[in-house]
């Protein structure tokens, strides 16, 4: 900002070929060198009211978002993401068909494929898978012929990664689970594979678990997981992006 408003200062000035000094520049040949003035400090206060204007935009449009990001508990964080479902195209130039979190009764009966880490493992019959957007059950194979399939993800390693196809079909009634908002449905497996088998993690990346601010610092690429965390990023990259937009599109800024 500051630099488009020293431009602004520099061609009120003039252009100069000739002769002497003019307008904050300088003539030196047949073409002029513009000396760029210093920044006054009202570029600085045209530049800060244009921030705040952009920042209110920001934070205007980005609805759902909570008063106080960090006072907010894990459950408004969850509600927020619920009422700001994106409308782009999440599953283009990538593996899966769906996210885990967008399943719902309408897909009932389609072949989906998802990608995520292993978020638990119950009694040998499901998978929890999780991704950025939500959790869905994954209905192991009972069957022989499929009998490694089950055998190989019992055996994984939690936060490990892998590919899962198969039908997404409504859960048997009374074992709906309302609090999830891929509670109705689940997906039998039909095929399976582990893109990333995970060691040993320092910490637990459940939201229950609590860890120290210096051990989330050491192993970040862990912290930045948890569902609040990647709330926080998304929020923050809309933000940064309406201020671009009100910034460009308004008064004309280029970076």
Request: aromatic content about 4%; proline content about 4%; hydrophobic content about 35%.
């Amino acid at each position: 900002i500051i630099a488009a408003e020293r431009e602004r200062v520099c061609s009120i000035g003039g252009a100069c070929r000739q002769g002497g000094e003019s307008g904050g520049q300088r003539a030196r040949g047949p073409w002029s060198v513009v000396r760029v003035p210093a920044a006054s400090p009202r570029m600085y206060r045209r530049a800060g009211r244009l921030l705040r204007a952009a920042a209110r935009t920001a934070v205007g449009s980005a609805s759902g978002c909570p008063a106080s990001l960090s006072a907010a508990s894990t459950t408004e964080v969850q509600a927020a993401r619920s009422r700001t479902k994106p409308s782009t195209d999440l599953n283009s130039f990538v593996l899966r068909t769906h996210t885990c979190g967008e399943l719902c009764a309408a897909h009932i009966g389609q072949e989906v494929r998802l990608c995520g880490w292993v978020q638990y493992q119950r009694q040998d019959l499901f998978i929890i898978l999780r991704d950025f957007d939500g959790l869905t059950q994954i209905v192991l194979p009972q069957e022989e012929s499929t009998a490694h399939f089950k055998k190989m993800l019992c055996e994984l390693p939690l936060e490990s990664v892998i590919t899962v196809t198969g039908t997404v079909i409504p859960r048997p009634p009374g074992q709906a689970n309302l609090e999830m908002s891929t509670g109705k449905i689940e997906v039998r497996l039909q095929h399976a594979e582990v893109m990333n088998r995970c060691r040993k993690l320092p910490f637990e990346t459940k939201e229950l678990v609590k860890k120290s601010e210096a051990l989330r610092m050491q192993h970040r690429y862990l912290d930045l997981r948890s569902s609040r965390m990647q709330y926080t990023m998304r929020l923050r990259s809309q933000m940064v992006m309406r201020m671009r937009e009100f910034l460009c599109n308004l008064h004309g800024e280029m970076q």
